[in-house]
């Protein structure tokens, strides 16, 4: 997810509990072999986390810190995402369209000791929503838009209501990481440094723009975890993460450049596990705000402008795989009829001189450094596909802190450069988010008539659900609110002491992860 609250970029240190022990190399880097001593592993991941506070995110790096102090409902299934298995809830029930009961865990608490049961499920959606007196709705809401509330049967039973039949809607309980009941009333920014959650570790130390480092609970409910120690390192520079890797610093690093995957088990420490992502890469365009672009020829033309092949092959190293529009053939409602726009810089040429611009344009590209894989090269190419068609793009490469307060607050150039990971393997939550007219989440389109094939495709179920998918990627094919890109496939680098497995979903869950 792209957006992240304030406060990124902060050089203080938050501590929590007693230091954890963490050794150092003489160049300063941390030393995961230990003789002795707790069992410990390091996460290098491109960017830090931007809070401890799971309902104010809006992106994966710091889903994959708070999912080991915080819990949810249920969870995806790491080999099967279609499927979902119970964390806080211990099973569910469709009672009709509209309404979803889960039966709760009893006697789980909170690292400060405060129950989870009914009521704080109810606490929990009023807090997301701005339910509560005198709130609005926390960042993470976006994900959310069709849950009506929560109502409380007892302690140990709650029901979540939506405004109209929801399939997306045990993805999104997926997403909702429960915090305790009251925690934010006297302070909305009480867990923005200190979190408090039902998870399997708990938060030692956090020293911005470094390392956050997390300890094992011997008491979880589900079962102390074999990790007694995780760290996650933040380092922005992949050849960084690279060489850490290859001797032996760190366990898991994010990203890993195809052109640099043999270079990971050269010392013999790590191999390259690769995985299908669920993250799709595109140009979102300003047709809001940008008089150019709010012309559908144009960005036709800018389709057409792009070799999305050549990208894909050479930048990428096939490490990606083209799309029509934002929908792989993994997903829910992927139309295999569809094919992504041909490279044709002919008539590329030819749709900007039927919308008035014979000779090309002027913009600017904003992007993220170390965010997304070979962003910056991909960024270069594109802009290099569209000079050939008279269109000049300036690059603005910004690091992510930078980069996620301008699309929060909206304040961006003529296009950017960001790739979506979705979280539900269906499109319907980025055609909420980032395609249905609106100016409160990563939307810069609007086009009545395809909010309402969304909104009939996101209101029903089954094949009537698929199809109406379906209509929606040929809406936007024609009327594209982008320039579709591929989808990535993820490549990580894994110590040969760690047993675990990468998810499509980008999540690094190390809850029943193994050290050999």
């Known amino acids: 997810m792209l957006a992240v609250v304030a406060g990124c970029g902060s050089s203080e240190t938050t501590t929590t509990g007693e230091p954890g022990t963490t050794g150092t190399t003489a160049s300063g880097t941390t030393d995961t072999t230990e003789s002795t001593g707790p069992v410990k592993v390091v996460v290098a991941q491109g960017v830090d986390p931007t809070t401890m506070d799971p309902h104010q995110q809006r992106e994966t790096p710091t889903v994959n810190v708070l999912l080991h102090i915080y819990d949810p409902l249920l969870e995806r299934d790491g080999q099967d995402p279609t499927k979902f298995n119970g964390v806080l809830a211990t099973g569910w029930t469709q009672v009709d369209p509209t309404t979803v009961e889960f039966k709760l865990q009893t006697g789980v608490t909170f690292s400060g000791g405060e129950p989870f049961d009914a009521e704080c499920v109810k606490y929990n959606v009023d807090r997301l929503l701005g339910l509560l007196p005198g709130t609005e709705p926390a960042l993470l809401a976006y994900q959310f838009g069709p849950i009506e509330g929560a109502e409380v049967v007892d302690a140990e039973t709650v029901l979540i209501k939506t405004k109209a039949p929801d399939p997306l809607i045990l993805g999104r309980m997926a997403l909702l990481y429960m915090i305790p009941t009251g925690s934010v009333d006297a302070d909305p920014e009480a867990l923005m440094s200190e979190p408090n959650g039902t998870g399997p570790y708990n938060l030692v130390e956090w020293d911005r723009n470094n390392q956050v480092v997390l300890e094992a609970k011997a008491d979880y409910f589900r079962g102390a975890p074999t990790v007694d120690e995780l760290v996650f390192r933040t380092i922005s520079e992949a050849s960084t993460r690279l060489a850490e890797i290859q001797v032996g610093n760190v366990d898991i690093i994010t990203n890993v450049p195809p052109e640099n995957a043999a270079e990971v088990s050269s010392q013999g420490n790590a191999e390259v596990k690769e995985v299908p992502s669920s993250r799709v890469a595109a140009i979102w365009l300003d047709t809001l705000g940008d ?99 008279g269109v000049q793009v300036k690059l603005d490469a910004v690091e992510f802190g930078v980069f996620a307060e301008a699309t929060q607050a909206r304040q961006i150039p003529g296009m950017f450069y960001a790739a979506w990971g979705e979280p539900f393997f269906n499109p319907g939550g980025m055609l909420e988010v980032a395609v249905k007219s609106g100016t409160d989440g990563f939307s810069w389109f609007d086009n009545p008539e395809i909010d309402a094939l969304i909104d009939k495709a996101l209101s029903t179920v089954g094949d009537e659900h698929v199809k109406g998918l379906q209509e929606v990627e040929k809406a936007i094919y024609d009327d594209p609110p982008f320039i579709f890109l591929f989808a990535q496939k993820d490549l990580y680098g894994v110590s040969n002491r760690l047993d675990w497995s990468p998810r499509s979903d980008e999540w690094i869950i190390l809850y029943g992860a193994t050290v050999k």
Request: aromatic residues 10%.
């Open 291 to 389: 008089p150019i672009l709010a012309k559908k020829e144009v960005r036709q033309a800018l389709n057409y402008a792009v070799d999305v092949d050549t990208i894909t092959q050479e930048v990428m190293s096939g490490y990606g795989l083209p799309v029509a529009t934002i929908v792989p053939p993994y997903w829910v409602g992927y139309n295999p009829d569809m094919k992504p726009y041909a490279h044709d810089p002919a008539k590329a040429k030819e749709l900007l001189a039927a919308a008035g611009y014979p000779d090309g344009f002027e913009t600017e590209m904003l992007l993220p450094r170390g965010r997304y894989l070979l962003a910056e090269e991909v960024a270069q190419a594109i802009a290099a596909d569209l000079a050939e068609v």
